[in-house]
């Protein structure tokens, strides 16, 4: 499925009233290490804890909501999906 697609069902189905934002997103390879977020960190399974592609969601307005969308570095395995509100972790899926 394309990225796309993961962020428009997750939001879609846990985030209902933020879906149809005008979302901006922005992508780039960093290390599990790099993580602010330690409930984020902890949620990545040990044989990922190298670079990661993290794709990150924002709108305009919205700084406190951003949606990110962890896989591995090549872009091909789908790792993770949640918002951060204000730095807490909501509805957040795992898709190992």
């Known amino acids: 499925m ?16 933020l879906a ?3 979302w901006k997103v922005d992508v780039r390879v ?3 290490d790099d993580l602010k977020n330690e ?6 399974p040990n044989e990922f ?6 794709w990150v969601f924002f ?3 919205g700084e406190s909501n951003v949606v990110f969308l962890l896989q591995d ?4 395995q ?10 807490e972790l909501i509805k957040p899926i795992c898709f190992l």
Request: aromatic content about 8%.
């Open 78 to 87: 789908d790792l993770g999906i949640g918002l951060l509100k204000g730095g």
């Open 2 to 17: 394309s990225v796309i697609k993961v962020f428009r069902s997750y939001m879609e189905e846990h985030h209902p009233h």
């Open 30 to 32: 960093s290390s599990a």
């Open 73 to 76: 570095k090549q872009g091909l």
């Open 39 to 44: 409930e984020l960190k902890a949620s990545i």
């Open 59 to 61: 709108y305009d307005g």
């Open 20 to 22: 149809w934002k005008d």
């Open 49 to 54: 804890k190298g670079e990661l592609t993290c």
